[in-house]
T-cell receptor, first 112, second 116 residues
């Protein structure tokens, strides 16, 4: 069966520090991969998606970037975190764009 | 889809049925989804319905789709304390006939509160 892992589960970082959140999927090949952010009291906002290695599409201009160095690995990064980057970050995968998305357990990021 | 709307809160008594409603905007959506989020956790796919269906039932869950009104509902029969969570309605963010994988557009979520 397929599983998705995100780490770390929680992270506290100072303003201006770098960020690297990792997501890996097991049990499937060439998945579509997604990064979402959930701000407190709000729904989810799509940040990035990827249909293959090295292929990244960004949905909103922001302080973050994403990379897909391997087929089942998706990384969310920042060179310098802002206070507004705080939130709950969720990684998801799907077999195909028309298929349901399955989410990881999320990373809660707090910026001080 | 651009806007998915849901009520923010729903309070029901344990044992009653819960009905969570959602309106969406993209009539070309192929699938519509319901996700459940428990406190501090990720989103769990609860159920989904294909756009050519009017109803889907899965144990205590019933999904109703009214395409004419772009209205989706989730009914939970015999609501239990373990059903307490935030429920998100979601639709594909773009018309897939155009290609790409644009993710899902989510509503803000309905907090289901269970009264003893």
């Amino acid at each position: 069966s397929q599983t998705i892992h995100q780490w770390p589960a929680t992270l506290v970082q100072p303003v201006g520090s770098p960020l690297s959140l990792e997501c890996t999927v097991e049990g499937t090949s060439n998945p579509n991969l997604y990064w979402y952010r959930q701000a407190a009291g709000r729904g989810l906002q799509l940040l990035f998606y990827s249909v293959g290695i090295g292929q990244i599409s960004s949905e909103v201009p922001q302080n973050l970037s994403a990379s897909r160095p391997q087929d089942r690995q998706f990384i969310l990064s920042s060179k310098k975190l802002l206070l507004s980057d705080s939130g709950f970050y969720l990684c998801a995968w799907s077999v195909h764009r028309d298929q349901p998305q399955h989410f990881g357990d999320g990373t809660r990021l707090s910026i001080l | 889809g651009e806007d998915v709307e849901q009520s923010l809160f729903l309070s029901v008594r344990e044992g009653d049925s819960s009905v969570i409603n959602c309106t969406y905007t993209d009539s070309s959506s192929t699938y519509l989804y319901w996700y459940k989020q428990e406190p501090g956790a990720g989103l769990q796919l609860l159920t989904y319905i294909f756009s050519n269906m009017d109803m889907k039932q899965d144990q205590r869950l019933t999904v109703l789709l009214n395409k004419k009104d772009k209205h989706l509902s989730l009914r939970i029969a015999d609501t239990q304390t373990g059903d307490s969570a935030i429920y998100f309605c979601a639709e594909p963010a773009a018309d897939y006939s155009g290609g790409g994988a644009d993710g899902l557009t989510f509503g803000k979520g309905t907090h289901l509160i269970i009264q003893p």
